[in-house]
């Protein structure tokens, strides 16, 4: 069967998440978004496997659904049209803080469980590394490497992914906190690493460029802190719904029912570009290296963000595209599509009427964002939203790239420009978000105007 997964998200025991953030926020916002198989997150954390335990119950071979009683109270509450399966996959986020050679060394890694007692198990073992209790991410010292030998050896069947691989500041290959390549993190288990997770500020074709991670299947996932910002990004797939048919799906890539991903527009994610977020200061790659890696504010060091250190290390141009390269397909949220199209912020009432109406009557978002006919759009939603979500999806788009802890945005229309939609007709098409960006001469100003 096809489905969408995303295995990287959090409960409301880690640091910096929703208190909503329960198995019954994540069913509901499942089935809301068309998410079948959801991470549970945070699997270490005593409190929260305490409530996968009381709340799920075994499905398939290492998936869980939310007990039934649980399931009608969410479902009473949820679109007849969005009526499906939802499955828990057992996940946890380590974050591994360890020094190495002559750096300090800062790594999220993601690993899986196949059942409740592998689980249990990596969670016993890490205990006796560090505190497990004080959040849902444990922070740990602990070599990547070792990390991942003890998930190894304690269960077969278990394996591990690396996180958000660029971020600048925890992940394998980001510019403060990692290393150079998945040999030098992971040494003589390196090839025991199969997947990696991009992260919101890249997307694959960003990772095209590096030949080393071609033998490498591209995971896309929401690491999501709030249950609305489930799905953002997320992986299809066209397997079986059990654990060891995931498994092999992400092991074996397109060969094994490894369909592509869902990604953000990756101007959008708040480490894209380089910069200083005190100094309002965001930079290209050149005008950084140019500076010497200094704000021209302040002269402090900026951030090098994601691109700058897929420049540093790519081998091939922008443009290339592996043999076993798959699709992916770009998104923004329905609430900021719907936003826009209102002239109103995601979060406020009228947008979230929209957005409700449109998934009574067309089903869940990731459909309606991608799948839906744009007649069928127009039909429920009017002109200007099927126009665009026509535009989101050709990436007909406007971007400001984020940097330094800053998300980007994305606009589908540009100023006064809904207004003479509605009046006359198709307005002027924006330059595809796919166009390559120019970038300022070193030693131009350090904004960043708009790019469009």
Known sequence: MEFVADFHVHSRFSRATSRDLA??????????????????GDFTHPAWMEELCECLEEAEEGLFRLRPDLARGVSDRVPASCNGRVRFLLTVEISSIYKR???????????????LESARAIAGRLERIGNIASDGRPILGLDSRDLLEIVRDTSPDAFLVPAHIWTPWFSVLGSRS???????????????????????????????????????TLISNSDAHSAEKLGREANRLCCGLSFPEIHQALRGGR??????????????????????????????????????????????????????????LADRPEGARPARALPYERMISLAEVAGEVLGAGPNTQGVRNLCRRLVERLGPELGILSRVPLEDVRREGGS??????RRMRAAEVLLDAGYDGTFG??????????????????????????AVPRPPVAGSSGGLPGRS
Not at 103 to 114: D, E, S, T
Not at 409 to 426: D, P, Q, Y
């Open 255 to 312: 060969d094994q029912g490894f369909l592509g991903t869902v990604e953000f527009f990756p101007e959008q994610g708040k480490y894209h570009l380089d910069g200083h977020r005190k100094c309002d200061c965001r930079m290209w790659p050149p005008e950084t290296m140019g500076r010497g890696g200094v704000c021209p504010a302040c002269g402090k060091q900026v951030t090098v963000g994601v691109m700058h250190r897929v420049e540093l």
């Open 178 to 216: 990692g290393f150079d390549s998945l040999e030098d993190c992971f040494r003589d288990l390196a090839g025991e690493i199969f997947g990696v997770e991009t992260g919101l500020s890249s997307d694959p074709a960003m990772n095209w460029r590096l030949s080393a991670l071609d033998r490498l």
């Open 23 to 40: 198995l019954t926020s994540l069913h509901r916002a499942a089935l809301e978004k068309g998410v079948t198989v959801v991470g549970t």
């Open 384 to 389: 200007l939203l099927a126009e665009g979500l």
């Open 101 to 115: 050679g002559d750096r300090v060394r800062k790594v999220h890694n993601l690993v899986f469980a196949p059942n």
């Open 409 to 434: 945005t994305v606009r589908l229309f540009r100023t006064g420009e809904r207004e003479g939609f509605r009046g006359h007709g198709t307005p002027t098409r924006p330059s595809a978000a796919s």
